[in-house]
């Protein structure tokens, strides 16, 4: 399950960065200065004015920024999304070698009456201790002490 939602978190980061890709590869075909409209949050837009388009500011992790041209930031782009997939082969290949365990795990341990298996091992009780033997031509039953 771990590795299922590990997965699913690097395609959604593939995904942005497709979409990342998208709109610089757009950027770059628009002229300066460059005029959109800005999210601030809880879906209220601003109009925005971009000077000089032609250079980006792309997040590299742990609060860090690189300031890119656009083909820079492409370049780094493609690079993200190799990784990106190699990751997601990997995690792909790791669930699917767990989930052949688990289902050898459960062929084992399931009755299945078209494999020859052994027959089921008998767990014995330990011995059970028999009355002691008793005396020769008593008639009552007498007991020898122990």
Do not use: M
């Amino acid at each position: 399950r771990r590795v299922q939602e590990q997965r699913d978190a690097v395609f959604e980061q593939q995904a942005q960065v497709l979409q990342l890709r998208s709109a610089l590869s757009r950027l770059q075909e628009a002229a300066a200065p460059l005029r959109t409209q800005v999210d601030l949050g809880c879906n209220f837009f601003v109009t925005a004015e971009v000077p000089d388009p032609q250079r980006v500011f792309v997040a590299l992790g742990y609060g860090f920024y690189a300031e890119l041209t656009l083909p820079e930031a492409l370049r780094h782009l493609e690079r993200r999304s190799r990784l990106l997939q190699r990751l997601s082969d990997s995690l792909t290949r790791d669930g699917a070698k767990i989930r052949a365990h688990i289902r050898l795990v459960l062929e084992v341990t399931s009755p299945n009456p078209s494999l020859p298996l052994a027959p089921p091992l008998r767990f014995l009780s330990p011995p059970q201790r028999s009355a002691p033997p008793r005396a020769c031509g008593s008639s009552r039953g007498s007991r020898i002490p122990l």
